[in-house]
Each structure stands twice: as structure tokens, then as C-alpha cells.
């Protein structure tokens, strides 16, 4: 299934070694957005065709109550589109440099050219502390199917 994604856990902080990774985990759902009678639903995604909007959700539990960032590579069959809150920061060279979409630039043949929302390969949320004290979370992001 194309659908599938890869997740990647950063910790940061001197007091965070490696250790981190056992501490955080991830899980991930993947649903597509349907017309219905009732309007717009969500349905677990069993099958994708192009032009569809597909809601990723990456949940995650937290033991311990530092900081961390979740690193989410895109597949390359489906074409960002946004994330519910916005906080997240994007990449458009395989996850070299980050920042808002807006601010970023990509090399088109011999100019450059602000980035779009097709450019992006990598989404990125650091979870401060305070949200990190709860214990778990979720992230919702959003693309259309190549």
C-alpha cells in the first residue's frame, strides 16, 4: 500500500542520550477524506487513488517529561498539504534544512524559486516540555495523493 510512513525520533537536550527513543513511541493512522450524506468523513484508508486528501494522525506516549522532536519523511506518493495546528516546520531537501514553508527555496534548473507545498520531503513537530509533561499527544497532518 502506498500509504505507509516512517517515523523517526530526535531527542534533544544533554540529559536525553539515546535513551530517548525507548522513552517516545509512535504510532500512525492513515485515513481518507470521503463525501457523505452527512458532509465530509474521515475512513480508514484501505486503498488510495490520486486526487484523494489522506489525514495522517501520529500519535504519541511519552514516559519521560523532556522534550522531543518527531520527524515524519513523506512518501513520495502523496503531496503535503498542511498540518491541524501549524507548529510543525517542513523540509525540502530531504530534511537538510527546516522552516516554515513560506520562508523556504528550492533550486529550479539554473534560478530558485520559493518553495510549495509540492517541494516538501520531510515535516518535522519538537514537542516542548510542556506538552511532553502530559504524557501523550497526537499530530494530524494532511496531503493529496500523487
Known sequence: M???????????????PAVAAERVSLAHSVYVERDSESGRVLEPARALHRGERVVYVVSWRAAAAE????????????AYQ????????????????W?????????DGAR??????????HI?????????????GSLTWSAIVR
Not at 498542511?82 to 534544512?97: F, H, I, K
Open 82 to 97: 498542511g498540518s491541524a495546528d501549524g507548529a510543525e516546520q517542513v523540509s525540502v531537501d530531504g530534511g537538510a534544512t
Open 99 to 107: 522552516g516554515k514553508l513560506e520562508a523556504l527555496r528550492v533550486r
Open 67 to 78: 522534550r522531543f522532536t518527531i520527524t515524519n519523511p513523506l512518501p513520495r506518493t502523496v
Open 124 to 136: 518535522r513537530w519538537q514537542v516542548p516540555r510542556t506538552l511532553a509533561l502530559a504524557g501523550r
Open 2 to 16: 502506498i500509504f505507509r510512513g516512517i517515523f523517526a525520533l530526535v531527542a534533544l537536550g544533554a540529559a536525553m
Open 112 to 121: 530558485w524559486r520559493d518553495a510549495t507545498a509540492e517541494d516538501v520531503t
